[in-house]
């Protein structure tokens, strides 16, 4: 069984630049959430995607958007990056949007 | 709406000593409930949850919490901690319906003194 992957695991941009993140699910799961975790705080939900349709959705800009693939690889972009978007990006899968998600590593992301 | 408070930022506890991390959460609706754990530049592993049944639950490495519905609570314990348990642990909430998006705390470092 593949754990959920990520990449890159580290980038720096600078403000007003775009970035994509990128998460593959474990396997047999359909379901991707994606969260934010600041420096020093909890994780914050970003949006959910399930079977390719965003499930729902946190208190985040427009600016952040998403997409998941047909293999339920998902993807995560943010445009005109602020540098209070420098955090820890985690990705977590799950079976039918069901309530146990497991984590991939994180990618950390610094804007400059 | 979900919120949860992790009491303490920090514990610090020595080696073989037991200890408690405390978390309380405010819901109007049912939730399950759950305790990761984030080691040093690491992701999150999820160490516990709380579905239903028994309100005691218990993981692989010893640590264990119980659910208590009247004190809105999920305290982690363990009784005898290793160097091995420095760690941040998140407390989180899940509504029983709808994505089941987790509301986190804001976490607890547990440092052990040798």
């Known amino acids: 069984e593949t754990g959920v992957t990520q990449s890159p695991t580290h980038l720096i941009k600078t403000r007003g630049q775009q970035v994509t993140l990128r998460c593959s699910s474990q396997?047999?799961?359909?379901?991707v959430s994606w969260y934010q975790q600041a420096l020093g705080q909890g994780p914050q939900f970003i949006f959910q995607?399930?079977?390719?349709?965003?499930?729902g959705r946190g208190n985040f800009p427009p600016r952040f958007s998403g997409l998941q693939f047909p293999n339920y690889s998902s993807e995560l972009n943010v445009n005109a990056l602020e540098l209070d978007d420098s955090a820890l990006y985690l990705c977590?899968?799950?079976?039918?949007?069901?309530?146990?998600?497991?984590f991939g590593p994180g990618t950390r992301l610094l804007v400059l | 709406a979900q919120s949860v408070t992790q009491l303490d930022s920090q514990v610090p506890v020595f080696e073989e000593a037991p200890v408690e991390l405390r978390c309380n959460y405010s819901?109007?609706?049912?939730?399950?409930l759950f305790w990761y754990v984030q080691y040093p530049n690491q992701g999150l592993q999820l160490l516990l949850k709380?579905?239903?049944?028994s309100t005691l639950v218990e993981s692989i490495n010893g640590f264990e919490a119980e659910f208590n519905k009247s004190q809105t609570s999920f305290h982690l314990r363990k009784p005898s901690v290793h160097i091995s348990d420095t760690a941040e642990y998140f407390c989180?909430?899940?509504?029983?319906?709808?994505?089941?998006?987790?509301?986190w705390g804001a976490g607890t470092k547990l440092i052990i003194k040798p």
């Open positions: 977590a899968s799950s079976l039918d949007s069901g309530e146990t998600q497991y």
């Open positions: 396997s047999g799961h359909n379901t």
């Open positions: 995607y399930y079977r390719e349709e965003e499930n």
């Open positions: 819901s109007s609706v049912s939730v399950y």
């Open positions: 709380y579905l239903s049944g």
């Open positions: 989180a909430v899940s509504p029983r319906r709808g994505n089941y998006q987790l509301i």
